[in-house]
T-cell receptor, first 123, second 112 residues
């Protein structure tokens, strides 16, 4: 059974960096069939895909154009986890953030989700 | 980006009765490989979304067979044959044919 455990601060000041970690159990971040994604959800913007990292002989990343200039998703093989960094945050980045696994059976096969982290951007 | 539009936004249903949710995409979701990567997810209050249907009509493991997905091209439907109390929540369609993956705005299913 795959489990994803999210951690990170819930309050971030404007212009600073949002950092979240997603610890994986029951699978490997280096899996050659899965991909590791970040989403967020807010009342004003709904559900949004932000980015992903995955390993296929080498590491790959894809990011949403909306946040491409500010986002980094990194694997941490020593801890079997992956992270989200979002720079220069504004109140528009206030949302619930989720990490997910794309299990690779099909495109968009988001079979496991983290518990969600409420992030508030405020001074 | 592909825009996903769901109707209705709210659906009051009687227990044991069927329910139907529609989703329309701003362009065809048929991938170059011939498959249609349209998923349906359920979000219960206070929970993360949960995968119900993927690739248009395939039920995810453990999903009751009262849930079914259908459609083609740009028009899609999620049907619940007989609504149960545990089905209360918000339902989202999501396309994964093209990056970025995009979602409908959600349909709230509630019991009358």
């Amino acid at each position: 059974q795959v489990q994803l455990q999210q951690s990170g601060p819930g309050l971030v000041k404007p212009s600073q960096t949002l950092s979240l970690t997603c610890a994986i159990s029951g699978d490997s971040v280096s899996s050659d069939s899965a991909a590791w994604n970040w989403f967020r959800q807010s009342p004003s913007r709904g559900l949004e895909w932000l980015g992903r990292t995955y390993y296929r002989s080498k590491w790959h990343n894809n990011y949403a154009e909306l946040v491409k200039s500010r986002i980094t998703v990194n694997p941490d093989t020593s801890r079997n986890q992956f992270s989200l960094q979002l720079n220069s945050v504004t109140p528009e980045d206030t949302a619930v953030y989720y990490c997910t696994r794309d299990g690779g059976t099909s495109y968009g096969f988001f079979d496991y989700w983290g518990q969600g982290t409420v992030i508030t951007v405020s001074s | 980006d592909i825009v996903m539009t769901q109707t209705p936004l709210s659906s009051p249903v009687t227990l044991g009765q069927p329910a139907s949710i529609s989703c329309r995409s701003s362009q065809s979701l048929v991938h170059s490989d011939g498959n249609t990567y349209l998923s349906w997810l359920q979000q219960r209050p206070g929970q993360p979304p949960r995968l119900l249907i993927y690739e248009l009509s395939k039920r995810f493991s453990g999903v009751p067979d009262r849930f079914s997905g259908s459609g083609a091209g740009t028009d899609f439907t999620l049907k619940i044959s007989r609504v149960e109390a545990e089905d209360v929540g918000v339902y989202y369609c999501m396309q994964a044919t093209q990056f970025p993956h995009t979602f409908g705005q959600g349909t709230k299913l509630e019991i009358k």
